[in-house]
């Protein structure tokens, strides 16, 4: 347990240092029409990372606040933006605060400026079961998140759904999640080719979650997690407190 523990902290403040810096500086010297979807997939396989690390509701007045990360492990196929400006692993980190509510459901915000994104967003949690302590209790909730983005160069939003599972004891939760992320990008600026100035794109892609939330201490956490989204693999980690 302990050895596992280590990993995941390690995977946590590793994954931000390895993605490589400014994924999206290439966006106006190499937008063109060709890369416009595959780079909006990439985007929001970003943008709906790390909206969750369990499948029990928070219950009423719960309190949940930590950092989250999702990173993709390589750009897909097409999106030249970031593959002719040399990038490989790419990562986003957020701030993300929850609350739970009445009626099995959880409210939480999230936003980061990073890397010349500005991101604001949120979302709500249903649990379909009643929240229970009870160890190895399944547990299955529905996550939905919403996502708005500014970039000198282009504009996004995003909207993605999850149906999570988990079971678990007061030490270690396993947990999975299939879902999917529709992603919306206008171009503001493209000194490639000026006339995709103000062109709206948009994608639909699926998403797959594995991965284990570990509690070293009563109120904290921290999990890692291996995705697929729209076939390319990546990884997310969390870390927090949890009341």
């Not at 946590?12 to 400014?22: E, I, R």
């Not at 996502?147 to 599972?165: E, I, P, R, T, Y």
């Not at 699926?206 to 904290?220: C, D, E, H, M, N």
Request: with cysteine; aromatic share 12%; hydrophobic share 40%.
């Amino acid at each position: 347990m302990r050895y596992l523990l280590a990993v995941l902290l390690a995977a946590v403040c590793v994954l931000p240092a390895y993605a490589t810096p400014d994924p999206y500086a290439g966006f106006q010297r190499y937008a063109d029409e060709g890369s416009l979807k595959p780079f909006t997939r990439d985007l929001g396989s970003l943008l709906g990372a790390a909206t969750f690390h369990n499948g029990r509701s928070l219950g009423f007045s719960g309190f949940d606040v930590g950092v989250r990360y999702g990173m993709q492990f390589y750009p897909s196929k097409g999106d030249d933006i970031m593959r002719k400006n040399g990038v490989r692993a790419f990562g986003l980190p957020w701030v993300q605060a929850e609350i739970g509510l009445p009626f099995k459901l959880d409210g939480f915000i999230r936003g980061i400026s990073y890397q010349g994104l500005t991101v604001a967003g949120g979302g709500l949690r249903y649990g379909l079961w009643s929240p229970s302590d009870k160890p190895w209790t399944p547990q299955v909730l529905i996550s939905a998140v919403g996502n708005s983005v500014v970039h000198q160069q282009f504009s996004a939003s995003h909207f993605g759904a999850d149906l999570v599972a988990s079971v678990g004891n007061a030490a270690v939760s396993p947990y999975i999640g299939a879902g999917f992320d529709r992603t919306r990008l206008v171009v503001r600026s493209s000194s490639l080719d000026p006339s995709l100035d103000g062109r709206a794109v948009s994608t639909l892609e699926s998403r797959f979650t594995a991965g284990v939330r570990i509690k070293p201490l009563q109120f904290s956490y921290v999990s890692l997690a291996y995705t697929m989204t729209h076939g390319q693999s990546g990884a997310e980690a969390d870390l927090g407190v949890r009341f």
